[in-house]
């Protein structure tokens, strides 16, 4: 019953309240390399904007870079 109320999130902190109850507040981790991207806004907003145009359709096919790898 708890783990079908809790629902699919990975983590919880647990709070106790004044009454004592235990409340679980589903929360998500993000990997310390990706880290600096939500901390920094104007980088956010950037890689939100470029995800909706895509979305929408409004890339444009550039070729390959595959020479530009490196393995």
Same mark, same amino acid.
């Given at each position: 019953?708890?783990?079908?109320?809790?629902?699919?999130? *990975?983590?919880? #902190?647990?709070?106790? #309240? @004044? =009454?004592? +109850?235990?409340? @679980?507040? @589903?929360?998500?981790?993000?990997?310390?390399?990706? =880290?600096?991207?939500?901390? #920094?806004?104007?980088?956010? *907003? /950037?890689?939100? +904007?470029?995800?909706?145009? /895509?979305?929408?359709?409004? /890339?444009?096919?550039?070729? /390959?870079?595959? +020479?530009?790898?490196?393995?």
């Amino acid at each position: 019953m708890l783990g079908e109320a809790l629902g699919s999130a *990975a983590a919880y #902190n647990i709070y106790r #309240n @004044p =009454l004592g +109850q235990l409340i @679980p507040d @589903p929360v998500k981790a993000v990997p310390a390399s990706e =880290l600096w991207l939500f901390e #920094n806004a104007s980088a956010l *907003a /950037s890689v939100k +904007q470029g995800l909706r145009e /895509s979305a929408e359709g409004k /890339s444009v096919y550039r070729g /390959s870079f595959a +020479q530009h790898a490196r393995e």
